[in-house]
Nanobody
Framework: QVQLVEFGGGLVQAGGSLRLSCAAS?????????MGWFRQAPGKEREFVAV????????EYADSVKGRFTISRDNAKNTVYLQMNSLKPEDTAVYYC?????????????????WGQGTQVTVSS
């Protein structure tokens, strides 16, 4: 069984912070070329947030979160994190963790093979 499980969503006031966690089962994170975060707000399509690539530990971010969000991974714990600071109401969405076997564009959801169930993040104004 391969499964990704997210933790850490909740309600926070604008300007506050949250840290999301994504734990993998069935495989270690070293088996995944990319670990990414996406989000989806009501009535909108799934949106790329951030990706961490195994090769070189490279990270990429959507322009809307750059400078506020940080993605990191702890291979020993099979966990990837998304630290979210200076949150805005526009960040309100369900956040999904995803894992990909191969290297490709990290911003395209179709390049990922495994997905978490999602965790709700709500930012009040």
């Amino acid at each position: 069984q391969v499964q990704l499980v997210e933790f850490g969503g909740g309600l926070v006031q604008a300007g506050g912070s949250l840290r999301l966690s994504c734990a993998a089962s069935g495989r270690t994170f070293t088996n995944y070329a990319m670990m990414g975060w996406f989000r989806q707000a009501p009535g909108k399509e799934r949106e790329f947030v951030a990706v961490n690539k195994l090769s070189g530990g490279r990270t990429e971010y959507a322009d809307s979160v750059k400078g506020r969000f940080t993605i990191s991974r702890d291979n020993a714990k099979n966990t990837v994190y998304l630290q979210m600071n200076s949150l805005k109401p526009e960040d309100t969405a369900v956040y999904y963790c995803a894992a990909a076997r191969g290297f490709s564009s990290g911003s395209y959801y179709g390049n990922y093979d495994y997905w978490g169930q999602g965790t709700q993040v709500t930012v009040s104004s």
